[in-house]
């Protein structure tokens, strides 16, 4: 499939971060998105430091979630945790059924503890489908073409490379190949935490 280039000028009626967050502007929610995406990793770091390592988390097609934990050395009860997942970063989770291998009431208190703050307190994942609604599509448009996007902080930009033009509520005029590597090389340019 040949790319093709866009720049999206306006958000329209049918794009979800219109009619529900009235956003006009793609590059203002972007940067919103960027937020939730920003105040959920920290989120996370802070819940994995509260019990004593560092967050791992994952991105599937569609969200941002909490997928364990990361320990230097041994957790307090090793026992309560997975092992080391070395697929996700040697990262582990409390174990589901833990307290029926776990002898004694202290570490069965403890294990009922840490599920509780777990289920309770880990940090909601962060849906995804928001930066590609920037740009008028949902991540299903784009899972068998791929696509790319760029966002000009500077001069509030946002342009996408994709097969196919958006259609999800988005006003956009199609560019050249040269104006969208351009686009690329000033983001590159640009630090994103500057203008959130």
Partial sequence: MTKRYFKITKLLSGN???????HIEPVEAMKAHLRA?????????????????VAVNVTGMT???LHGVYFEGEPEYPELWTK?????????????????????????????????????????PCELDGQWLCGGYIASDLMFSGASMV???????????ASQPPERG?????????????????????RALDYL
Avoid: C, M
């Fill in 170 to 190: 988005a006003e956009f005029v199609e560019i050249t190949g040269g104006e969208y590597q351009q686009a690329e090389q000033a983001a590159r340019d640009q």
């Fill in 16 to 22: 979800p971060l219109h009619d529900d967050h009235g």
């Fill in 63 to 65: 969200r941002l979630s």
């Fill in 84 to 124: 080391p997942d070395p697929k996700a970063r040697f990262s582990r989770r409390p174990r589901a059924k833990g307290a029926r291998s776990v002898k004694g009431e202290e570490l069965k208190q403890a294990h009922k503890e840490l599920l509780d703050r777990w289920i309770n307190e880990a940090p909601e």
């Fill in 151 to 161: 966002v000009d902080l500077q001069n509030g930009e946002l342009y996408v490379a």
């Fill in 37 to 53: 995406k920003r105040d959920f990793q920290e989120s996370a770091a802070e819940f994995a430091k509260s019990l004593g390592g």
